[in-house]
């Protein structure tokens, strides 16, 4: 009995050991199977174009980002590190550190670029949440935030490499712009403090069939509808595709392999000068 | 077994009344945390996790180096460590539950801290973190109470416990490597993403570590009349030597793939560490500190005539404890969020709040290193007056 119970023992202390040597791999594994080629792809994934020349216009910008604010009840904080911010305005130069050099003007540096979400293929934030309090949905690839399963770990944060996430350092209830009644703007839940949150591609607007809060903005500003262009990038045959195939659009840091949904529409060469080069 | 925990003289009443009246006012920074936000502390969108996290990353190595006394002593029966591996292992504990706790007082919501199991994420290194802290903990503490209660019975300890104490060894590297994979494996943050990062965690937690210990035995032995053995600190301090130089190795090898490359990203943080990014360099005074004391520890341990003479040995002990901090407690996780993904220096800096916090979760530590410290050592005393 003694020595059979040792035995057993042994080999359990010996299974164990390799079970612990193998903790972190079996994670490395895992993840790998999800990064085989051929996994299946979403059948929708949401998109969205964003026209760099008309991002230079503060009229666009500023109707883009207060129908967010308005739309999800994104409270406007005025502490700069306390900031929450859905889609908000970056240089050039910050969105695209890869794109400028030493001689870049100055002038095209600084322009004023929408950021938001990229909704990206392989969302490294989704990778690292440790409770899928922020998952990739398959049925249309938005890239969703639970903020009631949500820990406040911020470990998205440090995985988000396009600095889309904020987190609600303090209760942000008191910062969400209200009616005459004293309701905030809209019927989307106002947060706690403590959970990390950003654009959901207004989730709650397309299910619905309508577009996302910014879009539609966009689409009021006589001469500025082109701004933000949202659609099926799975359909061939929608708005976003049709731009995604006809024109020249970047996204940010592809290098990283992240798979942004959200693109770049660069602005076309002035004709004059082209004309000038070939005569 | 337990009532040996509370047997202490009056410098113990008095050590575990100073941890008592600092967990207590860093409850009450914490109670102020939970109401209000962790606006309160000096974290924000740019550096989002700060002081806490950078805590838990020093000791986590803390809890790993008591590897550095059992594998010697069970795995080759090196006897000199008889009476310090219980020293190492109830250092782990406490030391683990400090980890713990400082996940624990960064969180934004805390309720939810069983999410982590409700809803696993295996593709999530912070899962794996927990579990194997968890179980880190679980080991060390069953490992250590059940070998001193057998030699407070002058029994040989249970068989049962042996592939537990085997099974502590790779578990120890495991906690290390878990922690360096929560940050090397984010392709936003260049300055942590390095293969290194888990090597030089491992090989400055086998210098941290050691270096505490030393320092614990030499004062056990001063207050608690109980000697962990002078050959014990000596190998020790070899270990500590040699964790030392080769930390610096790694650290010199990112250096030099950082700078020689010279790609921005890379060299940016560095950059800000040494020099300072755009008029920002909050953290150069402590960089330069903690570069000149690792650099003159290690050559002043490498001489074996002055780390035999023990106050020596102590100061330098001190010294690499300070130094390693600098490097993993403070510089390491803020400089990763410097510059931003989007370009922009943001500088950190604790809060008050935050200190006080930090301190009560270090007092937290403290008490319970007090209380098995002067169980282990009632125990020890009594045989010894057998």
């Not at chain 1, 739309?71 to 889609?87: G, M, S, T």
């Not at chain 2, 290194?196 to 937690?205: E, G, V």
Request: aromatic residues 10%; contains cysteine.
């Amino acid at each position: 009995m003694g020595e059979s119970r040792r035995d057993f023992l042994k080999d359990l202390g010996a299974v164990a050991v390799g079970a612990g040597c193998a903790l972190p791999l079996l994670d490395r594994a895992g993840w790998l199977a999800a990064q085989t080629p051929g996994a299946a792809a979403p059948a929708t994934q949401w998109a969205m174009v964003v026209d760099l020349e008309l991002c230079r216009r503060a009229d666009v910008r500023d109707a883009c980002t207060e129908a967010c604010r308005r739309e999800h009840n994104v409270p406007r904080i005025p502490e700069p590190d306390d900031r929450i911010d859905w889609i908000w305005t970056e240089e050039y130069q910050h969105v695209f550190p890869d794109l400028v050099h030493a001689h870049t003007p100055a002038e095209a540096r600084e322009a004023p670029v929408l950021v938001l979400c990229n909704h990206c293929t392989k969302p490294p934030c989704v990778k690292v949440c440790p409770t899928g309090a922020t998952w990739k949905r398959e049925s249309d690839g938005i890239v969703m935030m639970d903020m009631h399963r949500c820990i406040g770990c911020r470990y998205c944060m440090a995985a988000c490499p396009y600095g889309s996430r904020s987190f609600n350092w303090r209760d942000p209830r008191p910062y969400v712009e209200r009616g005459a009644d004293g309701r905030p703007a809209s019927d989307y839940p106002t947060r706690t403090k403590g959970v990390v949150e950003k654009c959901t591609f207004c989730a709650e607007r397309v299910r619905t069939g309508r577009p996302p809060a910014c879009v539609e903005a966009v689409q009021a500003i006589p001469g500025a509808e082109r701004a933000l262009t949202f659609g099926d990038v799975s359909d061939p045959d929608s708005a976003v595709s049709r731009i995604l195939r006809d024109e020249r659009t970047m996204a940010r840091l592809v290098t990283l392999g992240t798979g942004p949904n959200v693109y770049y529409l660069e602005s076309p060469p002035q004709r004059g000068e082209d004309a000038g080069e070939g005569a | 077994m337990l009532q040996d925990a509370f047997r202490g003289g009056r410098r113990t009443w008095v050590l575990l009344g100073v941890w008592a009246v600092l967990i207590a006012v860093g409850t009450v920074a914490y109670a102020r945390q939970l109401t209000v936000g962790l606006t309160v502390t000096g974290m924000s969108r740019d550096v989002s996790w700060g002081l806490y996290i950078a805590q838990f990353t020093f000791l986590v190595g803390i809890a790993a180096s008591a590897v550095m006394v059992v594998l010697p002593y069970y795995l080759h029966n090196y006897k000199a460590f008889g009476r310090m591996v219980i020293l190492g292992e109830f250092l782990a504990v406490s030391a683990v539950l400090m980890c713990m706790l400082f996940i624990f007082v960064d969180m934004g919501q805390p309720t939810r801290v069983l999410n982590v199991m409700l809803h696993p994420r295996p593709r999530s290194p912070m899962f794996w973190d927990s579990m194997v802290l968890f179980g880190y903990l679980l080991l060390n503490l069953v490992i250590g109470s059940v070998t001193i209660e057998a030699e407070r019975r002058q029994t040989p300890p249970p068989r049962w416990v042996r592939p537990l104490i085997y099974l502590s060894i790779p578990w120890a590297v495991s906690i290390h490597t878990v922690t360096a994979f929560l940050y090397a494996g984010l392709e936003a943050r260049p300055f942590w993403m390095t293969a290194i990062l888990a090597p030089r965690f491992l090989a400055s937690a086998f210098a941290s570590g050691p270096s505490l210990l030393i320092l614990l035995a030499l004062l056990v032995r001063r207050f608690g009349r109980f000697d962990p053995g002078r050959e014990a600190v000596q190998a020790l301090a070899t270990i500590v030597t040699y964790a030392m130089v080769i930390n610096l190795f790694f650290v010199l090898v990112e250096v030099f793939t950082a700078l020689y490359g010279a790609m921005p990203h890379h060299v940016e943080p560095f950059a800000y560490l040494f020099v300072g990014l755009e008029r920002h360099a909050a953290l150069m005074p402590w960089t330069w500190v903690g570069t000149t004391l690792t650099l003159g520890c290690t050559v002043l341990l490498l001489v074996p005539a002055l780390r035999r003479r023990e106050g020596v040995l102590a100061l330098l002990c001190g010294g690499v404890i300070a130094a390693l901090w600098i490097e993993k407690g403070l510089s390491l996780v803020v400089t990763g969020f410097i510059p931003s993904p989007l370009g922009r220096v943001t500088e950190y800096a604790p809060t008050a709040p935050e200190l006080a916090i930090t301190l009560g979760v270090y007092a937290v530590g403290g008490m319970m290193l007090t209380l098995l410290y002067t169980l282990v050592v009632n125990v020890r005393r009594r045989l010894q007056a057998v």
